[in-house]
């Protein structure tokens, strides 16, 4: 009889080592590796259409050319925005987000809020009004230089920088609401 007891306790092991190694894959590796790819493929594309974005073409006036532009860079559009929806798709769909932001040093949902606004102000940076002169504005320039930088702080490693680059957004945005 303890043959028995001793298979059936074996098993019962096995089973639940397979269940809480399913569990620990299931909700806290794949968010991680999900995660992952979803910050290095922004960071790419930031860097993969950095030259679009600080210098982009005025819209043409004529309305064939004005079409094939826009098909031209429908592509880098779409997946910067698609970057920028995956970041936040990450932090909202995930109720143990708080948690996985703590064992695995996430960015908070703010981070990644703002981080999903600015690879979103990229992709409507792709392409300016017929009228702008925007690929001569400085000022335009250094918001992109400096998106560029906020997205690299916001994406990147450094849990300080990123923590104090969100407290200077919320001042900032506090200070516009007063």
Request: net charge neutral.
């Amino acid at each position: 009889m303890t043959a028995f007891w001793t298979a059936l306790l074996t098993v019962l092991v096995g089973v639940l080592v397979l269940s809480f190694g399913q569990i620990v894959i299931r909700f806290f590796i794949e968010p991680y590796q999900e995660f992952s790819k979803a910050r290095s493929r922004g960071l790419r594309l930031m860097s993969l259409y950095a030259d679009l974005t600080h210098n982009p073409e005025p819209l043409a006036n004529d309305p064939g050319e004005r079409t094939e532009q826009l098909a031209r860079l429908s592509g880098p559009i779409d997946e910067l925005r698609s970057a920028a929806v995956s970041l936040r798709v990450f932090a909202d769909t995930l109720p143990w987000f708080g948690c996985l932001s703590r064992v695995f040093s996430f960015p908070s949902r703010d981070c990644l809020t703002i981080a999903s606004n600015h690879l979103l102000v990229l992709s409507r940076s792709l392409i300016a009004p017929p009228s702008s002169l925007a690929t001569k504005d400085i000022q335009y320039h250094a918001t992109i230089v400096d998106i560029d930088r906020e997205l690299t702080i916001l994406l990147g490693g450094n849990t300080a920088a990123r923590e104090d680059l969100v407290k200077k957004k919320h001042t900032e945005s506090e200070a516009l609401r007063d």
